[in-house]
């Protein structure tokens, strides 16, 4: 047998890591399981009150935002026929 066969017939043990990195990877799959936890879980009622306030906020934003828009339009095609006459 080559010593390159032997090699790799050989159980390869995991690299060691140093004591920070392995405990800072046990904190990084804790908040992965925590924040996946929290995804599945059913909003509450406070949460569905912000949603619809938020979206309240949102909603009343574009429609001044369409409206400003609306506004500069009307004066751009009033400019426009005004210089026609």
């Known amino acids: ?4 066969e032997v090699i790799a017939d050989a159980v390869q043990m995991p690299p060691v890591k140093p004591t920070v990195v392995a405990k800072q ?8 399981q925590r924040a996946s936890s929290e995804s ?9 009150v912000a949603a ?6 949102l909603k009343k934003r574009t429609d ?3 409206a400003t828009q609306l506004n500069k339009q ?3 095609a009033n400019s426009v026929v005004m210089r026609g006459k």
């Open 52 to 57: 619809m306030m938020q979206h309240a906020a």
């Open 25 to 32: 990877d046990r904190v990084d799959k804790l908040v992965a």
């Open 74 to 76: 009307a004066a751009i």
């Open 64 to 66: 001044a935002n369409y």
């Open 1 to 4: 047998m080559k010593i390159k």
């Open 40 to 48: 599945q879980q059913q909003p509450t009622e406070l949460d569905k």
